[in-house]
């Protein structure tokens, strides 16, 4: 008989309470609390460094196409036309736009391809002009 008592009082014991299963959530929503805004922020941040190496790569292509084709200051170049230095296959060569789809467009030799505002805006509260710098926000 003592062994049924004793039985019975540890197969009780496989179940978490209700308070124990309250706490550990409130434990892990307490910890996606912290972890998310920081996470959104990487990722904002990224987006942001790589809209920059797009601006980057762009000056570049245009300083190729205005010495291969012998191109003065204030010299008008099509996206077609600066998408051919581009790496074939990449996202930019393919639809000459950034990330979030905005276009960069025709650009003007011997000045800076802008940020489209749209970028800009939407990631203003990662990026300020600073960030930006030397690139400076377009129409």
């Known amino acids: 008989m003592k062994q049924t008592i004793l039985h019975k009082h540890t197969s009780r014991r496989h179940a978490f309470t209700l308070v124990e299963i309250m706490i550990t959530v409130a434990i892990i929503a307490l910890l996606a609390a912290i972890a998310v805004p920081g996470f959104l ?13 797009d601006l980057r790569l762009i000056d570049g292509a245009m300083d190729q196409y ?46 800076l391809p802008p940020v489209p505002s749209n970028t800009w805006d939407s990631l203003s509260d990662v990026c300020d002009a600073s960030f930006w710098s030397p690139y400076v926000k377009g129409p």
């Open 41 to 53: 922020r990487s990722r904002k941040r990224s987006q942001a460094v790589a809209v920059r190496t």
């Open 66 to 111: 205005a010495l291969e084709y012998n191109k003065g200051a204030n010299a008008t170049i099509t996206v077609a036309a600066w998408k051919s230095y581009i790496k074939p296959g990449t996202r930019l060569y393919n639809t000459g736009s950034n990330i979030f789809g905005d276009l960069y467009g025709d650009q003007t030799l011997g000045i």
